[in-house]
């Protein structure tokens, strides 16, 4: 739901892929010694990965009517844990749980329902599920509530409800909630317009690791808005996305080692991150015909020490230090057509029978400039990206 300067930030269904069994509260103080000691052990016993044995105590506790163990029992069931996997029986126990009361078991269920496994599709019934966990405190499920309000899913579409929402998720420390009120904020939906406040759910998600937020960071700093311009800093932030795989935050390093700005110019990591950012199973729009333009301006040893950098990286790791020097002077950077000024990027080089462009985006919002000098303003597409249950903006070719 987000792109910033041929960047791209998300919004997504996101949900908690492991057994999490919150503090409990007085419901605890309720229950038997027998059964707190069941449980206890049931828990010890997951943690382990014994699921044999969790399995022998949670089952009878959740046949007894005791939520966590239902909660436990539907987790048991979805990722097949001790058990077969059997998506319809998880959803069971989970809402045996919701009903009782359990908030994460109505978070799950939501989710289940929302996707539709192991029981039929309904995001009507995910959003009721989402909204009773959050107004109990859930932070997921407040942030599957923001977005369904955001994107009208299930229920009516309310960007002000869903700004709360993400708000009461980011302040729990939500990471993917975090990067969204950033969106929103930045974008003033739903919300006053405050870049400013943009930047800072940017840093705290970017700083935990969220390469959308580490590459709409990177973008804030090289475009100067809500924080100072500081090609340093958006090349660090826009690194940190491209070492995890992030293919926006590849392309736009690759653009800053290009031009040599925030970074010493390197014009083979600079193919070699635009290589990496076009072949991504979810790649850049702009990344393969800037790396093939790029290309022009290499030797052919530069070019196949390019494409050898880009073979070797792995995932986590910096780029490799190219082994073919550059002689004599670089060579010079292609013309530009026309320059432009404002949101608009400086048009490309005229490429024969090849319509060219540029195109720079700011959260959402898209401003392409063709060779021929036309200029267009649009709105990028939304993408679901099912590899990280993410939505993603796609600004798409020329």
């Not at 269920?109 to 496994?117: C, K, Q, T």
């Not at 407040?142 to 994107?151: D, G, H, I, W, Y």
């Not at 800093?233 to 690194?239: I, L, M, P, T, V």
């Amino acid at each position: 739901m987000k792109t910033v300067n041929g960047s791209h930030a998300t919004v997504g269904a996101t949900f908690l892929r492991t057994l999490v069994l919150p503090l409990l509260t007085s419901a605890l103080l309720l229950t038997s010694p027998a059964a707190q000691a069941g449980w206890d052990e049931g828990l010890a016993a997951h943690r382990a990965k014994n699921y044999a044995l969790a399995l022998q105590e949670f089952q009878p506790l959740a046949e007894q009517g005791d939520m966590r163990a239902q909660r436990a029992l539907g987790i048991m069931f979805e990722y097949g844990q001790g058990v077969s996997k059997d998506e319809s029986a998880a959803v069971g126990w989970f809402r045996k749980a919701a009903e009782q009361g359990d908030s994460d078991a109505q978070s799950r269920l939501g989710g289940m329902l929302e996707d539709g496994r192991g029981v039929a599709k309904d995001e009507r019934a995910a959003a009721t599920w989402f909204r009773k966990a959050a107004e109990h405190g859930h932070a997921t499920a407040q942030f599957n509530l923001a977005l369904m309000l955001a994107n009208g899913q299930g229920v009516a579409k309310d960007e002000r409800a869903a700004v709360s929402w993400y708000r009461k998720a980011a302040e729990q420390g939500h990471v993917s909630a975090q990067t969204n009120l950033g969106l929103m904020l930045a974008k003033g939906r739903g919300v006053a317009k405050d870049e400013r406040e943009a930047v800072t759910w940017y840093r705290k998600a970017a700083e935990q690791g969220d390469v959308l937020a580490q590459n709409n960071l990177g973008s804030t700093y090289e475009v100067g808005t809500g924080a100072r311009q500081d090609y340093v800093e958006a090349a660090r932030w826009y690194e940190a996305a491209a070492r995890a795989g992030n293919a926006w935050g590849q392309r736009n390093l690759g653009r800053l080692l290009r031009k040599g700005q925030g970074v010493a110019q390197n014009l083979v990591q600079a193919h070699a991150w635009l290589n990496l950012a076009a072949s991504m199973d979810e790649p850049h729009p702009n990344a393969a015909e800037e790396r093939d333009a790029l290309a022009g301006e290499l030797t052919p040893a530069q070019l196949a020490d390019a494409q050898r950098l880009a073979r070797e990286w792995k995932p986590g790791a910096a780029m490799g230090a190219p082994r073919v020097k550059v002689v004599g002077a670089p060579l010079p950077a292609p013309k530009v057509v026309a320059a432009s000024t404002g949101p608009y990027p400086p048009a490309p080089a005229a490429r024969p029978g090849v319509v060219t462009c540029s195109t720079r985006c700011n959260n959402g919002d898209c401003y392409r400039t063709y060779a021929d000098g036309r200029k267009t303003n649009f709105q990028a597409q939304r993408k679901y990206n099912a590899l990280n249950n993410q939505w993603e903006f796609d600004a798409g070719g020329c």
